[in-house]
């Protein structure tokens, strides 16, 4: 099929998709937007946590035919051009990325979490990162990444 | 492969007879492992997320119609206060990203044994709603789980919503697992205290072929409970009302948890549920 849909605020046209396909997949593979990642295809990582139409999903559990005419916001929509987005600086800043894989979905939660919750308590960020594996950072300097990033929110 | 994607519920149904092996998609978490790991290739996929109606509900008499669609995750957040069993229930399901997009419907339709919403169902009396072109019907839960991953539902038939009253009384749901999040049930309970039936509704999970109620406890704690004069329960009587939830289940061994294990946590929760919900009912 041909696949029509806004990913990070254009519209995009993708080819040749197997609407079985996941959305995850599209992105890779047929959109080149690397960001997302693919660790488990099965929902329990995280790694590929996007916005589908404002809500945080697992994009390896939503099949490329359900996404056409939908919009998408991955981690590389985050962004405003070269400035990263405050969870971005405070995940880099506290040190927070060690191999990254795990980065792009935290990033993605992370912002969701603070458009709802501008001082979130620990568990608050336990309950909305609980989704998201970390095999590398033991979670410390992702939870010091949060709290920086929620601080900064709500001083500006 | 195909891939409907019907803009209505009654194109949904058409479609669903004319192709009676579609299969239904929802919120994706259970349908899409399979596809990712090729352990299922359907002929064709009936995507069901662009109609509109299956993710509302409305109060309805008593209770409320809740479209088959709607999220965990809305569940929680939009009916949480009439629905505590459920919502309690529902929050224990996967992760955030997982109830944002997993639904009851989906839940019902996959029918595992293990699955977190049929407890609460089963405690609150819930109806299931399924339709075809030819007509609606409606299924108590008691009757919908048919075997390990099976339901009462006919090839062309869709689930449309589920039907449950709200709360009239304290509802408990408790789920055994290793670690918080992100876990199947290596067993559940529901439990619905109903004062204004002076009945408890109970529902077992994850420890039959099909999850069920737990009928002999049900009778036997409606008749040891003392509504209008609700005073502490006797030991005795909890741990009477845990054994006899434990002997309704027929668990198995499996690489969750063995029969004897799942036969004595059922006990201990049946014990804490009842007990909380009395609690709750003696305060108010
Ligand atoms: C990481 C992870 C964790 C999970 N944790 C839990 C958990 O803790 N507890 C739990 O209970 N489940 C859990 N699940 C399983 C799953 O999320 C639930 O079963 C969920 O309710 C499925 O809903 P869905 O809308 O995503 O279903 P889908 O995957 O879209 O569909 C599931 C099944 O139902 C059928 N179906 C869907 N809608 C309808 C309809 N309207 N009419 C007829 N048939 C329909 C489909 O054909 C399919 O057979 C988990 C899954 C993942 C990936
Ligand atoms: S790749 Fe999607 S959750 Fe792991
Ligand atoms: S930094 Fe390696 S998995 Fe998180």
Same mark, same amino acid.
């Given at each position: 099929?041909?696949?029509? /849909?806004?990913?990070?605020?254009?519209?995009?046209?993708?080819?040749?998709?197997?609407? *079985?396909?996941?959305?995850?997949?599209?992105?890779?593979?047929?959109?080149?937007?690397?960001?997302?990642?693919? +660790?488990?295809?099965?929902?329990? /990582?995280?790694?590929?946590?996007?916005?589908? @139409?404002?809500?945080?999903?697992?994009?390896?559990?939503?099949?490329?035919?359900?996404?056409?005419?939908?919009?998408?916001?991955?981690?590389?929509?985050? +962004?405003?051009?070269?400035?990263?987005?405050?969870?971005?600086?405070?995940?880099?800043?506290?040190?927070?990325?060690?191999?990254?894989?795990?980065?792009? *979905?935290?990033?993605?939660?992370?912002?969701?979490?603070?458009?709802?919750? /501008?001082?979130?308590?620990?568990?608050?960020?336990?309950?909305?990162?609980?989704?998201?594996?970390?095999?590398?950072?033991?979670?410390?300097?992702?939870? @010091?990444?949060?709290?920086? +990033?929620?601080?900064?929110?709500?001083?500006? | 492969?195909?891939?409907?994607?019907?803009? %209505?519920?009654?194109?949904?149904?058409?479609?669903?007879? #004319?192709?009676?092996?579609?299969?239904?998609?929802?919120?994706?978490?259970?349908?899409?492992?399979?596809?990712?790991?090729?352990?299922?290739?359907?002929?064709?996929?009936?995507?069901?997320?662009?109609?509109?109606?299956?993710?509302?509900?409305?109060?309805?008499?008593?209770?409320?119609?809740?479209?088959?669609? =709607?999220?965990?995750?809305?569940?929680?957040?939009?009916?949480?206060?009439?629905?505590?069993?459920?919502?309690?229930?529902?929050?224990? =399901?996967?992760?955030?990203?997982?109830?944002?997009?997993?639904?009851?419907?989906?839940?019902?339709?996959?029918?595992?044994?293990?699955?977190?919403?049929?407890?609460?169902?089963?405690?609150?009396?819930? #109806?299931?709603?399924?339709?075809?072109?030819?007509?609606?019907?409606?299924?108590?839960?008691?009757?919908?789980?048919?075997?390990?991953?099976?339901?009462?539902?006919?090839?062309?038939?869709?689930?449309?919503?589920?039907?449950?009253?709200?709360? @009239?009384?304290?509802?408990?749901?408790?789920?055994?697992?290793?670690?918080? +999040?992100?876990?199947?049930?290596? /067993?559940?309970?529901?439990?619905?205290?109903?004062?204004?039936?002076?009945?408890?509704? %109970?529902? =077992?999970?994850?420890?039959?072929?099909?999850?069920?109620?737990?009928? @002999?406890?049900?009778?036997?704690?409606?008749?040891?409970?003392?509504?209008?004069?609700?005073?502490?329960?006797?030991?005795?009587?909890?741990?009477?009302?845990?054994?006899?939830?434990?002997?309704?289940?027929?668990?198995?061994?499996?690489?969750?948890?063995?029969?004897?294990?799942?036969?004595?946590?059922?006990?201990?929760?049946?014990?804490? %549920?009842?007990?909380?919900?009395?609690?709750?009912?003696?305060?108010?």
């Amino acid at each position: 099929m041909r696949l029509r /849909c806004k990913v990070n605020g254009e519209a995009l046209e993708a080819d040749d998709v197997w609407p *079985g396909e996941s959305l995850l997949y599209v992105l890779r593979e047929r959109l080149g937007l690397p960001g997302s990642k693919n +660790a488990c295809e099965q929902g329990e /990582c995280g790694s590929c946590t996007v916005y589908l @139409d404002g809500v945080p999903v697992c994009s390896c559990l939503v099949a490329a035919g359900q996404v056409e005419g939908h919009e998408v916001t991955t981690v590389e929509g985050l +962004a405003d051009g070269d400035r990263l987005d405050p969870v971005q600086q405070a995940f880099v800043e506290k040190g927070a990325v060690q191999c990254g894989f795990c980065t792009p *979905g935290l990033i993605v939660a992370t912002h969701d979490l603070l458009e709802r919750r /501008c001082q979130p308590s620990d568990p608050e960020i336990r309950e909305a990162l609980a989704g998201n594996l970390c095999r590398c950072t033991g979670y410390e300097k992702i939870l @010091d990444a949060v709290r920086l +990033a929620a601080d900064r929110k709500a001083a500006s | 492969m195909e891939f409907f994607k019907p803009a %209505t519920w009654s194109e949904a149904l058409a479609i669903k007879a #004319e192709h009676p092996d579609a299969t239904p998609i929802a919120g994706g978490t259970d349908i899409m492992v399979e596809l990712n790991f090729d352990v299922r290739r359907p002929g064709a996929l009936l995507d069901l997320t662009e109609i509109a109606e299956l993710r509302e509900w409305s109060a309805v008499g008593d209770g409320f119609r809740v479209g088959s669609g =709607v999220s965990y995750a809305r569940i929680i957040e939009e009916l949480g206060a009439s629905l505590p069993g459920l919502a309690m229930a529902a929050r224990t =399901v996967g992760s955030p990203q997982i109830r944002n997009r997993g639904t009851v419907g989906g839940n019902l339709g996959a029918a595992s044994p293990a699955g977190d919403s049929h407890p609460p169902l089963l405690a609150a009396a819930a #109806e299931i709603e399924v339709a075809s072109v030819r007509g609606t019907r409606r299924i108590p839960a008691a009757e919908f789980y048919k075997g390990v991953k099976r339901n009462a539902m006919e090839p062309d038939e869709l689930i449309a919503a589920f039907h449950i009253a709200a709360a @009239d009384g304290p509802q408990q749901f408790a789920k055994i697992g290793t670690r918080n +999040a992100m876990v199947i049930a290596v /067993c559940s309970f529901g439990l619905a205290l109903h004062p204004s039936t002076r009945t408890v509704g %109970t529902g =077992v999970g994850s420890a039959a072929p099909t999850p069920r109620r737990a009928l @002999d406890a049900e009778t036997f704690i409606a008749a040891e409970l003392e509504w209008d004069s609700p005073g502490p329960l006797r030991d005795s009587v909890l741990v009477r009302f845990g054994e006899l939830v434990a002997q309704a289940a027929s668990p198995i061994d499996d690489v969750r948890g063995t029969a004897d294990y799942r036969r004595h946590a059922l006990s201990v929760m049946a014990r804490r %549920t009842l007990g909380w919900a009395w609690d709750s009912y003696r305060r108010n």
